[in-house]
């Protein structure tokens, strides 16, 4: 009788165990099981712009997008060698910003996924030492520069504050300015978007202006994807836009939407031109252009893509 309550306590147990954890998984965000986001979105290659807009064509990119849900997931890992030379400057336009923003929409993707995760580890007790969980997290927090216990509230606060997005407009917008609209030389060859420096000479591209003492070199990257991470990261973690993450972090707290035309007010240390630098920066920002595009969201169901990779015959 002894052994026989021992064993229903037992199965008991187990059971709240089991239910426990289902709960949890349940009231856990999208993912979050595994720690990391499983976005699915498909590479492109295109030889030229031409090819480039029969990519767009062949998976039902519409351009400007019809509102809400209407840019797949379709990543291009270059511009074509022939961007800034073979388009009108109205065509270049278009398609500059048709490439981008499916990027720029993944990548926030990827960052909402993560924000969510940590403001749901955040919220409860830490996950314990040496757990998927925690290990993740602390990888995050490294890597945003958030040193110091996560079990105080300022370290938590900071991490949140670094973990966000970039509005898309804004994104764009600067890519513009940096590239002349993709025909940049930085742009073509080393799929620099943004005009980021570096000081590693195997990492970048020599300036041909750049003064005679001058060291830096404009960063290049493997492709489109990685630029634009690292420009958002440049945002989430550098000390020169600690002013632009605290307008973000208050208008969060407001429960307010991410404006790009206000946080661009916030970028006065991003270029040396200061003023009229977020002056242009807003001027595009309104433009017909942009502004057609702030509905716009990554496609959902579309995950088979048409053209994994359409490159020109040569034969033309």
Do not use: C
Request: hydrophobic share 45%.
């Amino acid at each position: 009788m002894k052994t026989n309550s021992i064993a229903i306590l037992g199965l008991g147990l187990l059971t709240l165990v089991l239910v426990t954890a289902a709960v949890v998984a349940a009231q856990m965000p999208a993912r979050a099981l595994h720690g990391e986001t499983a976005i699915l979105a498909k590479s492109v290659d295109a030889d030229t712009a031409q090819a480039l807009d029969r990519v767009f064509e062949n998976t039902d990119y519409t351009w400007p997008p019809a509102g809400q849900q209407s840019v797949p997931p379709i990543l291009l890992n270059k511009l074509p060698a022939d961007f800034g030379s073979m388009l009108s400057a109205d065509k270049r336009r278009e398609l500059f910003l048709r490439a981008l923003l499916p990027i720029v929409l993944v990548e926030n993707q990827r960052l909402h996924e993560q924000r969510e995760l940590a403001t749901w580890l955040l919220d409860n007790k830490l996950p314990a030492k040496g757990s998927h969980m925690r290990d993740w997290l602390t990888k995050v927090a490294k890597r945003l520069r958030v040193r110091g216990d996560l079990n105080k509230p300022a370290n938590r606060k900071k991490l949140l504050i670094r973990l966000d997005e970039i509005p898309p407009a804004l994104a764009l917008a600067q890519a513009a300015i940096e590239t002349g609209w993709g025909s940049s030389r930085f742009a073509l060859e080393g799929n620099s978007l943004f005009g980021q420096w570096t000081f590693v000479k195997a990492a970048g591209l020599t300036p041909e202006n750049r003064d005679s003492d001058a060291t830096h070199l404009v960063a290049s990257f493997p492709n489109l994807r990685a630029s634009v991470r690292a420009y958002m990261h440049n945002l989430n973690t550098s000390n020169a836009y600690h002013e632009f993450r605290t307008f973000r972090a208050a208008a969060r707290a407001a429960d307010k939407p991410l404006r790009a035309y206000d946080l661009a007010n916030h970028l006065h240390r991003y270029s040396a031109q200061g003023e009229n630098y977020i002056a242009e920066i807003k001027s595009i920002i309104r433009s017909p252009a942009i502004a057609a595009l702030a509905k716009a969201t990554l496609s959902r169901g579309q995950q088979t893509l048409v053209a994994e990779s359409h490159k020109e015959n040569s034969d033309g």
